[in-house]
């Protein structure tokens, strides 16, 4: 199983939005409505942002919001703070019923 | 409030084995599917194994199959990895973390728990 694929860095000023693309196989990301991503600060545990694609666990901010089109799912962090400067990582169920992390992406907030 | 617990990482010479242990609290763990996830240092997040709620059906990610085995004792509220024939390339932070509501052999609906990870080091 092929990670997904995700870009490697993403940058944006404070308060514009930025997307995280996040690229995997009719087998993964476009089998199923089970995408999840992650937010992970320097020496923390990995935070839960959005699951199934576009929800929102109670206690994330609403700037956070995902979506999925084909093979392909996005995250899109609008009003960009200094707070949201970290590594993202997607991941998504498969066919085979293992999951698979995409290579992260870390976003630099100028 | 729920808690993860790992333990059992440590340094270990290549060849040998070692068994990852996750002590779960505040939920219902005989009820959902749990995970071992690791990151090597520097590296990004890589998925290892699933079990399902009841121990019975069990996935790993193709890099470990055959070397890492995953297991539950739900009486103990314990979660297992083990993990034999150790290479330099497993050292790495081993996170054990709770499917949001998935039992584990249908669906995972993200991580809503994480413990805090313990470090094995494969080194002579």
């Known amino acids: 199983q092929s990670a997904l694929t995700q870009p490697a860095s993403v940058s944006g000023s404070p308060g514009q939005s930025i997307t995280i693309s996040c690229t995997g196989t009719?087998?993964?990301?476009?089998?199923?409505?089970?995408v999840s991503w992650y937010q992970q600060h320097p020496g923390k545990v990995p935070k839960l942002i959005i699951y199934?694609?576009?929800y929102r666990p109670s206690g994330v901010s609403n700037r956070f919001s995902g979506s999925k089109s084909g093979n392909t799912a996005s995250l899109t962090i609008s009003g960009l703070q200094a707070e949201d400067e970290a590594d993202y990582y997607c991941s998504s169920f498969t066919r085979s019923r293992t999951l698979v992390f995409g290579g992260g992406t870390r976003l630099t907030v100028l | 409030q729920v808690q993860l617990v790992e333990s059992g990482g440590g340094v270990v010479q290549p060849g040998r084995s070692l068994r990852l242990s996750c002590a779960a609290s505040?939920?219902?763990?005989?009820?959902?599917?749990m995970h071992w996830v690791r990151q090597a240092p520097g590296k990004g997040l890589e998925w290892v194994a699933v079990?399902?709620?009841?121990?019975?059906?069990?996935y790993y990610a193709e890099s470990v199959k055959g070397r890492f085995t995953i297991s539950r004792d739900n009486s103990k509220n314990t979660l297992y990895l083990q993990i034999d024939s150790l290479r330099a390339e497993d050292t790495a932070v081993y996170y054990c973390?709770?499917?949001?509501?998935?039992?584990?052999?249908?669906?995972?609906?993200?991580?809503?728990?994480w413990g805090q990870g313990t470090l094995v080091t494969v080194s002579s």
């Open positions: 973390a709770k499917d949001r509501v998935c039992s584990g052999n249908s669906c995972s609906s993200g991580f809503d728990y």
């Open positions: 505040g939920f219902d763990f005989s009820t959902f599917g």
């Open positions: 079990v399902s709620y009841v121990g019975f059906d069990k």
């Open positions: 199934d694609v576009t």
């Open positions: 009719s087998s993964d990301v476009g089998a199923y409505n089970y």
